[in-house]
């Protein structure tokens, strides 16, 4: 199997191809964001009927998050009536259900470059463990801070999952959140208390306080 790439106008065209014939292909294209910032929509998604289930999508996937990866870019969407088939790839729900395009899906890509979209009105420090199945290149403690005049979240990734401190103990975060419930709680499909776990118990209110006062400052 061979994934190609091509560039058709503004769009990125994937293509997994078997001795020159084309299995499965998407297109990933840019639109603009409610901030005025491009955000990237995939579309026309599809393998051949007799070759589904065979990886060819996984095999497209997984170049269109490592060109997103290297490029920084946050977050992509796309429109779909099969959820299901998504799901395993980590993209989730983040329209409401009485919106007019109920099946809007959302993968964060760039974890860092997602928590920067957040803002924050006042002063704000956390430290952040952040699951990603998928994406190891995601998965990590972050420490988010903002501030004293607030705005815009600066994250920066400070530990992989299994580091350990000087003392060989190892690194707990004051709070944890996979990245699905991160999108769905960007997009407002989640709050704060039913998205993130409070691991130090008697920061727990305090903790949720700050993290439910983020404004997200990107929509699709």
Do not use: W
């Not at 190609?4 to 769009?11: M, T």
């Not at 065209?13 to 964001?33: H, M, N, R, W, Y």
């Not at 972050?142 to 994250?155: Q, S, V």
């Amino acid at each position: 199997m061979e994934v190609e790439l091509r560039v058709e106008g503004r769009n990125l065209v994937f293509a997994a191809k078997e001795k020159d014939q084309v299995i499965s292909t998407l297109s990933v294209s840019p639109d603009i964001g409610g901030n005025g910032e491009p955000i990237y929509q995939i579309k026309n998604a599809f393998t051949k009927g007799l070759y589904r289930r065979r990886g060819y999508m996984d095999a497209i996937l997984k170049e269109v998050f490592d060109c997103m990866l290297s490029e920084q870019e946050a977050f992509v969407f796309l429109g779909t009536r099969e959820p299901v088939v998504f799901a395993k790839y980590g993209f989730v729900q983040i329209v409401k259900p009485q919106d007019p395009f109920p099946d809007t899906l959302g993968r964060i890509v760039d974890v860092k470059s997602f928590l920067n979209l957040f803002e924050s009105e006042k002063e704000f420090v956390l430290s952040l463990r952040i699951r990603d199945d998928m994406l190891p290149e995601n998965d990590g403690v972050y420490m988010i801070h903002c501030g004293p005049e607030g705005g815009r979240l600066n994250a920066v990734k400070i530990a992989n999952p299994a580091m350990s401190n000087a003392e060989g103990e190892k690194l707990v975060a004051e709070a944890e959140v996979t990245v699905s419930d991160l999108i769905q709680f960007a997009f407002g499909l989640k709050e704060a208390k039913g998205a993130f776990k409070v691991t130090v118990s008697i920061k727990k209110d305090e903790i949720c306080e700050r993290i439910s006062k983020l404004s997200f400052k990107q929509s699709v």
